[in-house]
């Protein structure tokens, strides 16, 4: 069950990257993301988006070693710790999405938190 939690974790990941690399581009899907504001991001949105996909691929290293599928990472308590914080992570995205102005924000990203949230707490369980 752990190793499919994962998979799906990593494939929203992917998504979340594939989404964001599109606002990095211009795409006018901005009222999905940053409070909704800007369909089409501007520079200082852009170079969020571009963290954000940073941290989205570390997300996936992370639970892919939580999950025993990857070995990357020599601190076992460490995954352990950073797994369950990435869990609260996901949570406050919960709250915070669900209280952006942006509609399309709050019924498409509160709950995806939601879902990597209990993803990220099955994974953190093993």
Known sequence: ????????????????????????????????AWGGQDRVLPIRKRLGSATSIGL???????VLHRAGLAD?????????????VL??????GIVLNAASRSRPERWTMAPLCAVLAGLTVLIALS
């Open 1 to 32: 069950m752990v190793t499919g939690a994962a998979a799906v974790f990593c494939v929203l990941m992917a998504g979340l990257i594939v989404f964001q690399a599109a606002l990095i581009a211009g795409a006018p899907l901005g009222h999905f």
């Open 56 to 62: 989205y691929l570390i997300f996936a290293v992370l």
């Open 72 to 84: 990357v990472i020599p601190w076992p308590g460490f995954v352990a710790i950073t797994t369950w």
């Open 87 to 92: 869990a609260g992570y996901f949570l406050l």
